[in-house]
């Protein structure tokens, strides 16, 4: 049962554009959610969070924006660069200790 | 550089064997988290430590095992190790209260 879906197996954006990456979830108890990116070779790196009762959270480029009633996010980057391109997990964190479920990533290729 | 460290980065053994993944976490952190991932399974999460004391456990396998020391370190035990256990092991922390967690850059298992 996956709770938390990356329904993109792969996305590509030419450089300048709006890279928009989409995450649904079915666990209404989940509170917290994030966005990691990953390299190869690398662990995850920690991008943007968003609480359950914000439904948007902007950090620089980065803007992640929350619909509970659809269950469902989105991290928006703008503009997208090259080295955006890796591959970016949805994460969501419920309301008992610190368990992440993530979704199964989409590999964002940024061409210049 | 998340501040978490992982050791050792690559790690190659045979079926049957039991090998033992370390990590130490952030200054001030006193939760420790393990995930794996697998190429079908993306990250789970398997296990929890908070300053000492075992927090939460999502998917372990009964062979694995962790615990978290006195100055914080962590230990993810894996015994009789098996084909499918071939993955890469992530280890994150996070301070107190907090909800983000820091990834360390994982060690890579091969079980020959």
């Known amino acids: 049962d996956q709770q938390v879906k990356q329904n993109s197996p792969s996305l590509s954006v030419q450089e300048g554009r709006i890279s928009i990456l989409n995450c649904d979830y079915t666990n209404s108890m989940f509170d917290y959610f994030l966005w990691y990116k990953k390299y190869p070779a690398e662990g995850p790196t920690f991008l943007i969070s968003?609480?359950?009762?914000?439904d948007k959270n902007e950090d620089g480029r980065f803007t992640v924006f929350l619909n509970k009633s659809a269950k469902h996010l989105s991290l928006h980057i703008v503009p997208s660069q090259p080295g955006d391109s890796a591959v970016y997990f949805c994460?969501?964190?419920?309301?008992?200790?610190?368990?992440?479920?993530f979704g199964q990533g989409t590999i964002l290729t940024v061409h210049p | 550089d998340s501040g978490v460290t992982q050791t050792p980065k690559h790690l190659i053994t045979a079926t049957g064997q039991r090998v033992t993944l370390r990590c130490s976490p952030r200054s001030g952190d006193l939760s420790v988290y393990w995930y794996q991932q697998s190429l079908d399974q993306g990250l789970q999460f398997l296990i929890q430590y908070y300053n000492g004391e075992e927090r939460a456990k999502g998917n372990i396998l009964e062979r694995f095992s962790a615990q978290q020391f006195p100055d914080l370190h962590s230990e993810l035990n894996l015994s009789s190790l098996e084909l499918g256990d071939s993955a890469l092991y992530f280890c994150?922390?996070?301070?107190?209260?907090?909800?983000?967690?820091?990834f360390g850059p994982g060690t890579r298992l091969l079980v020959l």
């Open positions: 968003i609480s359950s009762i914000k």
């Open positions: 994150a922390s996070s301070v107190a209260g907090r909800q983000t967690q820091y």
């Open positions: 994460a969501a964190k419920g309301t008992s200790y610190g368990k992440l479920t």
